[in-house]
Nanobody, 121 residues
Framework: QVQLVESGGGLVQAGGSLRLSCAAT????????MAWYRQAPGKQRELVAG???????IYGDSVKGRFTISRDNAENTVFLQMNSLKPEDTAVYYC???????????????WGKGTLVTVSS
């Protein structure tokens, strides 16, 4: 069974840094796009950053210049380096990936359970 397992969340002071990781486990053929979303209390889930298999990236406006997404295709892992954190970055961060279970079939979207990031002022 395919799972996305996030790690690296926690409590940090404003201005600090955290690095999130998300590893895909289980049996599958390959991974296409991967991304990080976040959801703050009382707010809708929003895109933080996304990355293609080839390394092209996209960022939400609120994190541009502060966050960096990267991936290790050999390890089926995506990372989110978060610098200059602000209290408004406080949220549950979710990893998502488009995964081909079998070659030649459609990709399926998988989501992790989320990891909490809390930024204190």
């Amino acid at each position: 069974q395919v799972q996305l397992v996030e790690s690296g969340g926690g409590l940090v002071q404003a201005g600090g840094s955290l690095r999130l990781s998300c590893a895909a486990t289980g049996s599958f053929f390959s991974i296409n796009n991967m991304a990080w979303y976040r959801q703050a209390p009382g707010k809708q889930r929003e895109l933080v950053a996304g990355i293609t298999y080839g390394g092209s990236t996209i960022y939400g406006d609120s994190v541009k210049g502060r966050f960096t997404i990267s991936r290790d295709n050999a390890e089926n892992t995506v990372f989110l380096q978060m610098n200059s954190l602000k209290p408004e970055d406080t949220a549950v961060y979710y990893c998502t990936a488009e995964i081909w279970l079998v070659a030649g079939t459609s990709a399926t979207d998988y989501w992790g359970k989320g990891t909490l990031v809390t930024v204190s002022s």
